[in-house]
């Protein structure tokens, strides 16, 4: 079963224009994981962040976590063409048994 | 090279065939995963190790097995291929609690 839930499903945006996408999620974590698929190609880590951190950032990416609403958002600053891709959180839980559960991804088009 | 390699990267293949697909990782992780990913339905988890006597199912096992042959390396059978097993299939690798490096991925087409 999926754990998070991007919204929204699909976004377009011009460029130089921020992308913000959101994911709900069930169950406590351990943390969170941001993750980019350009199209048929493998999954690409971009950030992970835990769930004693509220915020993060990484060169144009900022990530925010609210465990109490069981949500973080994905901000893309400046967004160009080569950001058009698939996001998907991912949420880490399970102690010892750890492992990482997917939702089923923003598919992100950034329009010249 | 990648450090994680999947082979074959695409595949068609008949129904009732026999097919494995292998995963190999250059990170030294003990922990890889097999996800196969279904338009609108992004990553489900098939199986995982968390080192070599350690395998388990994850949510859609069913109709697949799993060998952990070394700390590298993680293959994927299909016993009996149907049309509905039809997918992108990834083979991934973790250190604890942290990011996972993915393959490329293996297209499977099964006719």
């Known amino acids: 079963s999926q754990q998070g839930e991007e919204d929204p499903q699909a976004l377009s945006i011009q460029e130089g224009e921020n992308a913000t996408m959101n994911c709900s999620y069930k169950?406590?974590?351990?943390?969170l994981q941001w993750y980019r698929q350009n199209s048929g190609r493998g999954l690409v880590h971009l950030i992970l962040i835990r769930s004693n951190e509220r915020e993060k950032h990484s060169g144009r990416l900022r990530v925010t976590l609210d465990t109490s609403k069981k949500s973080s958002s994905l901000l893309i600053t400046a967004s160009r063409a080569a950001d058009t891709a698939s996001y998907f959180c991912?949420?880490?839980?399970?102690?010892?048994?750890?492992?990482?559960?997917f939702g089923k991804g923003t598919l992100l088009t950034v329009n010249p | 090279d990648a450090d994680v390699t999947q082979t074959p990267r695409n595949r068609i293949t008949k129904t009732g065939k026999r097919i494995m697909l292998e995963c190999s990782q250059t990170k030294g992780h003990d922990r890889m995963y097999w996800y196969r990913q279904d338009p609108g339905l992004g990553l489900r988890l098939i199986y995982y190790s968390f080192d070599v006597k350690d395998i388990n199912k994850g949510e859609i096992s069913d109709g697949y097995s799993v060998s952990r042959q070394a700390q590298a390396k993680f293959s994927l059978s299909l016993e009996s291929a149907i049309p509905n097993q039809t997918a992108l299939y990834f083979c991934a690798t973790s250190d604890p609690e942290n990011g996972y490096t993915f393959g490329s991925g293996t297209r499977l087409t099964v006719v």
């Open positions: 991912a949420t880490g839980s399970g102690g010892s048994n750890y492992k990482l559960t």
């Open positions: 169950t406590s974590i351990n943390n």
